[in-house]
């Protein structure tokens, strides 16, 4: 039972325009979540955050939106660039536990 | 900087044979992890480990093990290697969350192929 889901594989954008990866999960428990960016033949890097407590946050050409009702977030990437192409993880955690849950990742490629 | 540093990039081994992936973080973080990463299926954790000699299973612990001795050092044990156990293995460690919302950071990997 899949408690993050990223529904879509891979994505397709145009450099310069806005890139936006979703990803649902199951658990009204997760109370953090993650996005990491992971290149071919590296490991997955930390890229932003947020807590159930905010709907949103931003660091540079990166902001996650958060929607507890329909148990929703996104990353938007503005501007895109060629050097974001790279699976992207999203990830669930709850207070106390040790557990990160990822979700199966999307690939991200952007065209120049 | 942050460093988690895993023994081998990439691994071939025999079925049957005993595998170890040792892992070693200089960061004094409490927890480590093991995960393997597979198409399709993201992250799966495998074992985990909160503190010395103290070890949980994961998701999918299923023909393996883990040996934590020292703090810095976690080791994933393949006890009897099966070609279904080829897969990339990411090692990660991060603090004891207290409420901080900190993320894990992880080692760059182990691609294993079981022949």
């Known amino acids: 039972d899949q408690q993050v889901k990223q529904n879509s594989p891979s994505l397709s954008v145009q450099e310069g325009r806005i890139s936006i990866l979703n990803c649902d999960y199951t658990n009204s428990m997760f109370d953090y979540f993650l996005w990491y960016k992971k290149y071919p033949a590296e490991g997955p890097t930390f890229l932003i955050s947020i807590s159930s407590i905010k709907d949103k946050n931003e660091d540079g050409r990166f902001t996650v939106f958060l929607n507890k009702s329909a148990k929703h977030l996104s990353l938007h990437i503005v501007p895109s660039q060629p050097g974001d192409s790279a699976v992207y993880f999203c990830?669930?955690?709850?207070?106390?536990?040790?557990?990160?849950?990822f979700g199966a990742g999307t690939r991200l490629f952007v065209k120049a | 900087d942050v460093k988690v540093t895993q023994s081998s990039r990439y691994l071939v081994k025999r079925t049957g044979e005993k595998v170890f992936l040792e892992c070693v973080q200089d960061m004094d973080h409490e927890n480590m992890f093991w995960y393997r990463q597979d198409p399709g299926l993201g992250l799966r954790l495998i074992y985990f480990s909160y503190d010395v000699k103290m070890k949980e299973k994961g998701d999918i612990p299923e023909g393996y093990s883990v040996s934590r001795e020292k703090k810095e050092r976690f080791s994933l044990i393949l006890e009897s290697a099966s070609t279904n156990q080829t897969s990339m293995y990411l090692c990660?460690?991060?603090?004891?969350?207290?409420?901080?919302?900190?993320?894990?950071?992880f080692g760059d990997g182990t691609r294993l192929s079981i022949l």
């Open positions: 990830a669930a955690r709850r207070t106390g536990g040790f557990k990160t849950i």
């Open positions: 990660a460690s991060g603090p004891w969350d207290t409420g901080k919302k900190l993320p894990q950071h």
